[in-house]
């Protein structure tokens, strides 16, 4: 027996290539912002100062890496998606459906370079597993779903959860992960 086609793919599982995009996507938005920012404060270095403050040394590695940090975790904590994952339409969730803590989405960013660490190993999950969950979703407890967003004007994610409560009305998340 056949399964039925499907007529949407928002709420199942985001697989390989297009989780490759968003990753690329998000490093060139990582690295270009970065790159704007430190060209806007050597500028007002050289203006102010009337000295550049160069453009190499470990300092700046440590600077991008946190930059990198601060961008995936923030946004992950306040959106479920980064701006690279948005574009592709895909959205990070806890493993049960709901909504992405901002605990969760800690862990997943700080598990994100154990991935890579041997020889790229800990993705072989997004090709594999059926739930197509890479080492960093499995030890945070996440995974990754398409989501275009049927409801256009809600912001999905903690922070949905957050207004709702303070207006007194229920939130629910209802990705269908099978």
Do not use: C
């Amino acid at each position: 027996m056949t399964e039925p086609a499907r007529l949407q793919v928002t709420g199942h599982y985001a697989g390989a290539v297009s989780r490759a995009v968003a990753a690329v996507l998000d490093f060139a938005i990582a690295v270009g912002a970065f790159t704007a920012a430190l060209a806007g404060i050597d500028l007002l270095s050289r203006v102010i100062l009337g000295e550049s403050i160069g453009r190499s040394g470990i300092g700046y590695i440590i600077a991008f890496v946190a930059w990198a940090f601060l961008y995936i975790w923030g946004s992950l904590a306040v959106a479920g998606r980064t701006l690279g994952k948005g574009i592709v339409g895909l959205r990070v969730v806890s493993a049960d459906g709901s909504a992405l803590t901002v605990r969760r989405a800690l862990a997943r960013t700080v598990a994100y370079p154990f991935s890579f660490a041997i020889l790229g190993l800990g993705l072989v999950g997004i090709v594999i597993d059926r739930y197509h969950r890479a080492l960093h979703d499995v030890i945070a407890k996440t995974a990754v779903v398409y989501d275009w967003g049927g409801r256009a004007a809600e912001i999905p994610g903690p922070l949905s959860e957050f207004l709702a409560r303070r207006a007194g009305t229920e939130y629910t998340t209802t990705p269908s992960i099978d």
